[in-house]
């Protein structure tokens, strides 16, 4: 008898995921009010692969992102990475668990203490997890390695954020996410702060790391262009609810969605990119 084949398990699996915020009273004896920024939110990610959440402003693709790296708890629902809870993970287990996923945050210029050397902001990632560590050396052999990965050199360790243009800082928080060497990187809105030319530059990088070492990209973008070139499949978010899912060309190409159509079109010369 041919043995049971038991099916991989999705790196990222998110399941009725749900955040409501409670909003200050508008009188004293009144009712508490509250906001759903999302309901009911499911998709599942495989190793290797890119999944891209768009929507507009105010849609909860931000708040998706903090809840699937426990920046935040969810009201209801399951964040699993490699089939662990995520929200029912504490202590050291957590921390453990963190070193498979990363972010990369949306303002290069704000993401970055400018108080530290290169350093220290690459491998902070390394000293907050606790990961035990050879000494110094082989923490700078490892920083030294991540910034090369980049694009960037060796002796850029030893100088400070404003040292950098805005293209050369957001590669050095990619190269933060990389040095716990992850299987997940989150990344919200990586290029909208910068420059069209760096835009590329960037996204090029992004996409050789992965296919370099097998990364998965959760992408929170509003450029349905960007999602497009960079992911396999996206997830369109209206007010926290899922209104659409699917692979990237055939949404974008054959949207269903009132509210998807409405994305595509506003896409400048929309039929170049898609």
């Known amino acids: 008898m041919m043995p049971l084949q038991v099916p991989d398990i999705p790196l990222l699996q998110v399941q009725h995921l749900g955040r409501r915020f409670e909003m200050p ?64 993970t504490r202590g050291e ?4 668990l963190r070193s498979g996923f990363q972010m990369i945050f949306q303002d290069p210029y704000g993401s970055l203490d400018p108080r530290q050397k290169i350093f220290n902001v690459v491998t902070e990632p ?4 606790r990961k035990p560590s050879d000494g110094r050396s082989e923490l700078r052999d490892r920083a030294a390695q991540a910034l090369n990965e980049v694009g960037l050199r060796t002796p850029d360790l ?5 040292e950098f243009s ?3 800082r957001q590669r050095i928080a990619i190269a933060r996410a990389l040095i716990t060497r992850p299987a997940l990187i989150v990344a919200d809105e990586p290029v909208s702060a910068l420059d069209v030319s760096v835009q590329a530059q960037v996204l090029n990088l992004m996409m050789d790391l992965q ?19 960079m992911c396999d499949d996206v997830l369109v978010l209206q007010s926290g609810c899922v209104v659409e899912k699917g692979p990237a060309q055939q949404v974008f190409q054959h949207a ?4 998807t159509r409405k994305l595509v079109s506003a896409v400048p010369g929309q039929r170049d990119h898609f």
């Not at 508490?32 to 909860?60: M, P, R, T």
């Not at 287990?93 to 453990?96: E, S, T, Y």
């Not at 296919?211 to 070139?229: C, K, M, T």
Request: glycine residues 10%; aromatic residues 6%.
């Open 158 to 162: 030893d100088k400070y954020p404003h």
């Open 211 to 229: 296919d370099r070492h097998g990364l998965s990209y959760l992408l929170v973008s509003h450029d349905l262009a960007v999602v497009n070139l």
């Open 256 to 259: 269903v969605h009132p509210y």
């Open 166 to 168: 805005g293209g050369q």
């Open 126 to 129: 390394i000293q907050t997890l």
């Open 25 to 88: 009273r508008s009188r004293l004896w009144g009712p508490a009010a509250s906001l759903q920024a999302l309901s009911d939110v499911s998709f599942c990610l495989q190793a290797g692969k890119s999944l891209g959440i768009v929507g507009e402003s105010g849609s909860g693709k931000s708040t998706l992102a903090r809840l699937v790296m426990a920046l935040d708890q969810a009201s209801q629902g399951q964040v699993l990475f490699k089939g662990v809870d995520v929200h029912q």
């Open 93 to 96: 287990a957590l921390r453990h």
